[in-house]
């Protein structure tokens, strides 16, 4: 069974960085996608990275692009979600998501596209 364990959620200031870690384990397959993920309140879940493990392509959309970089600890198989610059809009809970094999659902900013999620971990940027 694939588990998926976000660490790394905290407290900074406007300008500020956080290194979130995304720590996957129960993979049967080399081939896995992991996508980060974030929820403010009242607002949709939306992704803001994801990392293909094939050959480590990685997507981002407009709104961290630049800011946001994912990057993977091969030995581990834990994905980081380094975040720059961050500002008052980036606050949220921050998810991982993983999905194994090469055949899935969707965009990969979908919910769908993924089936196994960790339980979340707060980011808040505030002055």
């Known amino acids: 069974q694939v588990q998926v364990v ?3 959620g905290g407290s900074v200031q406007p300008g500020g960085s956080l290194r979130l870690s ?8 080399k081939y896995y996608v992991i996508g ?3 929820q403010a309140p ?3 879940r939306e992704g803001v990275s994801c990392f293909f493990s ?3 392509t990685t997507y981002y959309p407009d709104s961290v692009k630049g800011r946001f970089i ?7 198989t834990t994905v980081y979600l380094q975040m720059n610059n961050l500002k008052p809009d980036d606050t949220a809970v921050y998810y991982c998501a993983a999905a194994e094999g090469t055949s899935y659902r969707g965009s990969y900013f979908s919910t769908a596209f993924y089936d196994y999620w960790g339980q979340g971990t707060q980011v808040t940027v505030s002055s």
């Open 22 to 29: 995304c720590a996957a384990s129960g993979f049967t397959s």
């Open 36 to 38: 980060w993920f974030r």
């Open 54 to 56: 094939s050959d480590g």
């Open 6 to 8: 976000e660490s790394g």
């Open 70 to 76: 994912t990057s993977r600890d091969s030995t581990k």
């Open 42 to 44: 009242g607002k949709e």
